[in-house]
């Protein structure tokens, strides 16, 4: 199966897996598929996929998740890395590739009963107006008898096949909880959580190079002054097992942005 990677989740860690990063993409007719479970980090560097870039990966449903989009990865150190879609022309190809096959939410309500259905649990939604960026300090570390749980994993064996576990550190965990507040279509107002790969870097880069007061304020102004004023903002969604099976009032969550630049005139000819 080909798959563009368009979403990578910040790592959490689990008893079972160790670290793992939820991965998310669209087949080659433009269907989103979900990857899970796959510990990024310690895939080797040919298996390591950037997002939009086309892999190819052997994969199966998982038995274990009824989310229709979820499959896993037969065997990771098959996933072949392919092409890289650029943003050339105005982000061109990849807004072809996400937004042409796709259909693109702007109703709350909508994706949240098909989800209840069973039908869905990815979606691309483009918010009708976004409120405020949200940073909520959260726990700095990790619980610790998760941590204690790896650590016995690591010594009973390698908990995936060719795992490289040289000089491997666990994530550290984001100091806060990020969150766009915004409306859809309705005007209903939401409050979701980000938890893409991406903001959990830039926290981390802007921590170090501009220290922990000032390290919020810089995802802020690139995630509301850049992305919600200069940029055609779409969300892409995902409910996370627990919620999708319990049916919440809410079982989304923000898996990634797709933030292209504003279409100018000359982009149409």
């Keep these: 199966m080909k798959v563009l990677i368009a979403v990578k989740t910040y790592p959490t860690i689990s008893e079972k897996y160790t670290e793992l990063a939820c991965t998310a993409g669209f087949r080659e007719d433009g269907s989103w598929i979900r990857l899970y479970p796959i510990p990024f980090r310690l895939l080797d560097e040919e298996q390591q996929y950037k997002k ?12 274990g998740d009824q989310r229709p989009e979820s499959h896993r990865v037969l065997k990771t150190s098959g996933i ?3 092409d890289e ?18 259909k693109i ?13 069973n039908k869905i649990s990815l979606a691309v939604f483009r918010p009708s ?10 726990e700095p570390e990790w619980p610790r008898d998760k941590i204690t749980g790896i650590l016995n994993g ?9 795992q490289n576990l040289d000089d491997f550190r666990i994530m550290p965990k984001l100091p806060y909880k990020f969150s766009y507040r915004f409306k859809d279509d309705a005007g209903v107002e939401s409050k979701l959580m980000i938890e893409d790969w991406e903001i959990g870097q830039l ?19 690139k995630y509301m002054d850049d992305f919600v004023k200069t ?3 779409y969300l892409f969604l995902g409910t996370t097992y627990e919620w999708h099976v319990r049916k919440a009032r809410n079982p989304f969550v923000i898996i990634g942005t797709f933030h292209p630049p504003h279409m100018t005139q000359e982009s149409l000819f």
């Design 231 to 233: 940029k055609d903002l």
């Design 85 to 102: 879609v650029g943003t050339e022309r105005q982000w061109a190809d990849r807004r072809k590739l996400v937004l042409g096959n796709q």
């Design 52 to 63: 939009y870039q086309w892999v190819e990966v052997d994969i199966a449903r998982n038995k």
């Design 129 to 138: 107006a976004v409120l405020e960026f949200v940073a909520e300090a959260a």
């Design 203 to 221: 926290y981390w880069n802007c921590e170090k190079l501009y220290g922990k007061n000032q390290a919020v304020q810089k995802v802020r102004q």
């Design 105 to 117: 939410y702007t109703n709350l309500k909508e994706i949240i009963d098909q989800a209840h259905d």
């Design 154 to 162: 690591l010594k009973q064996g390698h908990l995936f096949e060719d």
């Design 80 to 82: 072949k890395l392919l």
